[in-house]
C-alpha cells in the first residue's frame, strides 16, 4: 500500500533549508526510508515565493507570482512510501523531522 | 502540577471502576455494557472525588450512583434490555455482598487481566483493552499513546469485547498448567503500556502521552493480588527503576543525556529503594524470570549512585542470561554494546551481526549502538552511514541532536 507523507513547513523552516542542523535529519531520514527499502518516489520543493500560480478562468488561463496565500504552513515536499498499513506509514511519519511549526499528511495513494 | 491529593483521589476512582468492571463482567461477559453502566458514576467520580475527598467506601459510592443512573436511564428511555436487567441483577448481588458482615468488594480484576490478554484477541487490543476496562483510561488518551487515530482506536476496542462477549471467553483465572504462559501476557502487556514511546537503547520513554504511571500503577494491581509472583514483582522493580531516570534523561537545555552520562542526583532514591526492595522480594522465590533479569540490570545502573561506577562484567553477565531467556532485539542490541565495552568493538559488531535483518532493518537502538562501535573500531565511513539510519530513524529531536553531535565528531572538517 502506497502512503504519501505531505510536508508543510512554516516560513522559518523554508529559511532554515540550508541550516545544517534542520538538513541534516531530512538527509537521515531520507536515507532511513531508502535504507528501509520502502522509498518509493517523493520530492523536495524550493520555497513558496518561487512559485507561480496557473489558474482558469473561464477560456482564459490568469499566471500569477507566488503561492496561495493561505495557511502559515506551505506545502514544502513530499515522500511516496510502500508499507503494509496505515499504522507503518504512521510510524514513518513521525519519524519525519518536522519543527514544531510543521506538519506531515499522510494520505493512500489513489489506486488506478 | 496536579496536588497528590488529586492525584490520590483520581487513582481511587479508577481503581475502584476495575473493580466493579470486572465485578459486572464476571458475570455476563458484556463488557462494553458495564462500561456503558459505569460511565456516569466514574465521570462524577473524577470529578468530585478530588474536590471533596475520597468516600470511605469508593465501591459502594460508584455503585449507587451507577444504579441511580441506570433506573434514571430505564425510566427516561422506556426501554428494557436483557442486558440491563442483567446489570441490575448484579448490581444488587454486589450491594447484599458489600452490606454484609464483610463490607470489602470482592476484587476480580485479576480475571479481567487475563480476558484482555486473552490468546484469541488480536495482541494489539490487550494493552489497550487493559488500560481502558481496568484503569478507565480514555480511549483519545490510549489512541495518541499507540500513535493510531481515535477512530482506529475504538474499532480495536470494540472489535475485542464483541469477541469477548460472542465467543464466551471465560472470567477465570487459568488454570496451574497454562498460568505461567498466560502470566506472561498479561505482563507484557502491561510492560507494553510502560515502554511506548520507547526510544534509544537505554530507555528512554517518550513524549507522545506517555502512560508510564498507568503502566506501574497496574504493576501495583497486579502484585497485590498475585505477591508471590516472581516476575510480577521483577517488572514492578523494573518500570519503577526506569522511572527513577526520568528527570536526568534531559540537560537544562532539553538535550538527551545517555544513561552512562546522567547525574545520579537527579534519579529518583525513593524509587530506586522501593526497586530495589522488589527484586529482593522477587529473588527470594528462587526462580529468574526475563523481568527479574531486566531489573537486576538496571539495579547495576542505579548502584552507580552508591558507588560512583558501573559494574559492566555484572551487566556482561546478566544480559548473557537475557538473551537466552528473551532473546528480543532490544536484548540483543543492549548485550552487545555492553560486550562491545568489555570485550571491545570487534566482539559487540560480531554479535550485531548474528541478528537478522528483518528485527533491525528500522530498530533505531541498533543502528545507534552499531554506529558507536563502528567509530570504535576506526571505521569512519560506516559509522557515518550508520549514524546517519539511526538519526534518520528517531522519532526524538533530543535524540537526533545527540547523534548528530556525535556525527560531526567523526566527520572530518569541511566535508
Redesign the interface.
Known sequence: MQYALIIRESAEDFKRREDPAYKNGWVAYTQALIQAGIMTGGAGLTAPETATVVRRRGEDHDVQDGPFPEGKEQLGGFYLIDVPDLDAALEWAVRVPISEHASVEVRPRLQM | MISDARRAAEQAARQSYGKLIAFLTARFRDVSAAEDALSDAIAAALNTWPERGIPDNPEAWLLVSAKRNLLRRIRHENVRTAARDRIMMAFEEAEERMNADNPIFPDERLKLLFVCTHPALDQSAHTPLMLQTVLAVDAGTIAKAF??SPQ?MSQRLVRAKIKIRDAHIPFIVPDRSVLPDRLKSVLSAIYAAYGIGWDGVDGETGK?GSLADEAIWLGRTLLAILPQESEAAGLLSLMLYSESRRGARRDANGQYVPLDQQDTALWNAEMIVEADDLLRQAGAFGSLGPFQCQAAIQSVHADRRRSGVTDWSALAKLYDALVIMKPTAGARVSHAAVTGRIQGAAAGLALLNRIAERDI??YQPYWAVRAHLLTEAGETARAS?A?????????S?AV??FL?AR?DAITPPGC
Open positions: 500513535l493510531v482506529a507522545q532493518v528500522n552511514s549514524y546517519l539510519t539511526a538519526i534518520g530513524l528517531s522519532d529531536e537526533r541532536q548528530q556525527l
